[in-house]
């Protein structure tokens, strides 16, 4: 795409002088992005993948052991498959960053290996995305054009040439699975605005664009209140909605332990009309309790809802009542359009099952059941969350949300918002599943 703005032109002449990717960055990346594998038999003979020597395994050798070894030859660590596949291909990315004429610049390389049983492995490394971050915290992409096939992510025009693109999602995601070059430079105005080196799990660009461009995540770095940081950077709305309620807590020296859950009550507050600035409100001394008592408002103020519904059934013409059922379907559409893509996904350990929660009622039931805020605070309306329910023979044991971007679980909780003793397990097999999360994304 031509530059339009005198931004993008800036950013498509700073391009053209960029280095090329070092030979020590590629090589970092070939070591440490990719899965190293020694192919052995059934006869015990191992062939390493990355230089092709062969060698044979037995007692008092370098490759006793299912979980990995040595190879005598190149010295690489690699993990062990017992397979007679002849070839492995991989596919991942990496990120340099670095600054260049007064940006913050994230670069983003797709790296390919090519492995043949006995055969040094062929590696590949095409720079796929530039990700340009002004000093007021603007960010104007560049990339390579992308296939046709939308649905498969790496289908990158490898021929055709760097420039300024339209804002795509894909972009956001590359950078989400790539691993980070060790050695940065960032600009002065990140230094100054708190940024110490650490990314504290956050992805670089919306980190840098927070810090340069928002004065709510600059304050929050600077006093070192990570989780708080990380909680307002992925929930913008959240911030600019409570922020002042927010500093009026903390002006109060409030503890807040869960600023989530904290959050999650202001906006059943605000659902009950009640004022967010009253200290008194915001600031409560059991905070559990008063949550639980919000919540349980909110589940009445539900019923009262149901109820008078039903009343107006009897009532009113049957006009207007069609036409409050299509609110209501619509309602019901608008989840099913957002969430439809996940709907059947089943994950389990043969003891605990995980389902997605598959309509509004079913958030309502959990929210009920557990005695949590899962639908009091609207969470069948969050774009990027997905709600699912970890259960044992039907009986719901925890209620799991998992975040769209990086398909992790963010919280996980059990009745009245505390863990069980299957809080662990249940963690460790969303996050060990979280595959099955991005395909359904991916492939809708």
């Known amino acids: 795409m031509k530059p339009k703005t005198a931004l993008q032109k800036q950013v498509a002449k700073a391009s053209a002088t960029l280095r090329p990717l070092s030979y020590s960055q590629k090589e970092w990346a070939y070591n440490h992005c990719f899965e190293h594998i020694a192919y052995r038999t059934k006869s015990g003979t191992i062939t390493c993948s990355d230089c092709g020597h062969v060698w044979k395994s037995g007692k008092g050798t370098l490759c006793d052991t299912i979980a990995g070894c040595k190879c005598p030859n190149c010295g690489k660590e690699l993990q062990v498959k017992d397979t007679l596949k002849r070839k492995y291909g991989q596919t991942s990315y990496f990120s340099v960053i670095t600054t260049h004429n007064g940006f913050q610049v994230i670069r983003v390389a797709q790296i390919k290996s090519e492995s043949l049983k006995g055969k040094p492995a062929k590696y590949y490394c095409n720079e796929v995305v530039q990700r340009w971050i002004s000093a007021n915290g603007k960010v104007t992409d560049m990339a390579l054009l992308r296939g046709f096939n939308f649905c498969y992510c790496d289908v990158w025009s490898l021929f055709s040439?760097?420039?300024?693109?339209?804002?795509?999602?894909?972009?956001?995601?590359?950078?989400?699975?790539?691993?980070?070059?060790?050695?940065m430079s960032v600009l002065p105005q990140l230094r100054r605005n708190g940024f110490k080196g650490d990314f504290y799990g956050v992805t670089p660009v919306s980190l840098f664009k927070g810090l340069l461009s928002d004065p709510k995540i600059e304050t929050l770095m600077k006093e070192g209140n990570i989780e708080e940081m990380r909680y307002f950077l992925s929930n913008p709305d959240t911030a600019d909605e409570l922020w002042a309620s927010y500093i009026i807590a903390r002006r109060h020296h409030y503890c807040i332990n869960n600023l989530r859950m904290w959050c999650?009550?202001?906006?059943?507050?605000?659902?009950?009309?009640?004022?967010?600035?009253?200290?008194?409100?915001?600031?409560?001394?059991?905070?559990?309790?008063?949550?639980?008592?919000?919540?349980?408002r909110i589940d009445a103020k539900r019923e009262k809802e149901r109820a008078e519904l039903e009343r107006r059934y009897e009532r009113e013409r049957r006009e207007r009542e069609q036409q409050r059922l299509l609110r209501e379907k619509q309602k019901e559409q608008d989840f099913i359009n957002q969430k439809s893509k996940f709907f059947g996904l089943v994950i389990s350990d043969n003891e605990i099952t995980v389902k997605v929660l598959e309509s509004i009622e079913e958030y309502y039931e959990e929210g009920k059941t557990q005695n949590i805020?899962?639908?009091?605070?609207?969470?069948?309306?969050?774009?990027?969350?997905?709600?699912?329910?970890?259960?044992?023979?039907?009986?719901?044991?925890?209620?799991?949300?998992?975040?769209?971007?990086?398909?992790?679980?963010?919280?996980?909780?059990?009745?009245?918002?505390?863990?069980?003793?299957?809080?662990?397990?249940?963690?460790?097999?969303?996050?060990?599943?979280?595959?099955?999360?991005?395909?359904?994304?991916m492939t809708a």
């Open 161 to 183: 040439d760097m420039e300024i693109r339209p804002h795509n999602s894909l972009y956001d995601d590359v950078c989400v699975w790539s691993k980070v070059y060790p050695k």
């Open 373 to 441: 805020c899962v639908f009091g605070s609207s969470y069948y309306t969050k774009a990027n969350s997905l709600i699912l329910s970890a259960r044992i023979d039907g009986r719901i044991i925890e209620t799991v949300e998992v975040d769209l971007h990086t398909f992790q679980v963010v919280q996980c909780h059990g009745k009245n918002n505390k863990d069980t003793d299957y809080h662990e397990r249940i963690v460790n097999l969303v996050n060990a599943n979280a595959k099955k999360i991005r395909e359904r994304m």
């Open 264 to 296: 999650d009550y202001l906006k059943m507050l605000k659902n009950l009309g009640q004022d967010l600035r009253n200290p008194k409100n915001i600031c409560p001394d059991d905070f559990i309790k008063a949550h639980d008592e919000v919540n349980r």
